[in-house]
């Protein structure tokens, strides 16, 4: 088993910044790639950025590109997510996941476990 736990959530105000850190335990013995989900009120579950095991592969979401960056540092096995020029859209709560290999993934399904989430709020 794995456990995923966020933290770094908050309420900001827009144009400012946070960082979002996911820590992983438990059974981390094989590669694994990551990824930041968000859902919003009402709407369904995105994928905003994922990473490769050996982090030279990301995805980002055409909504957060060139303001969120996604790393990891494996001897840490924590994964990273810097949000630059937040905007009130991007309120919703931030879910960390773990797909079991090496490729960068993007559908939701294709991960193995999830953490708690953890909110984030964008006041204009």
């Known amino acids: 088993q794995v456990q995923l736990v966020e933290s770094g959530g908050g309420l900001v105000q827009a144009g400012g910044s946070l960082r979002l850190s996911c820590a992983a335990s438990?059974?981390?013995?094989?590669?694994?790639?990551m990824g930041w989900f968000r859902q919003a009120p009402g709407k369904e579950r995105e994928c905003v950025a994922a990473?490769?095991?050996?982090?030279?592969?990301?995805y980002y979401a055409d909504s957060v590109i060139g303001r969120f960056t996604i790393s990891r540092d494996n001897a840490k096995t924590t994964v990273y997510l810097r949000m630059n020029m937040l905007k009130p859209e991007d309120t919703a709560v931030y879910y960390c996941a773990l797909a079991w290999g090496t490729v960068k993934r993007v559908g939701a399904s294709s991960y193995d476990y999830w953490g708690q989430g953890t909110q984030v709020t964008v006041s204009s």
């Open positions: 438990g059974r981390t013995f094989s590669p694994y790639a």
């Open positions: 990473i490769s095991w050996s982090g030279g592969s990301t």
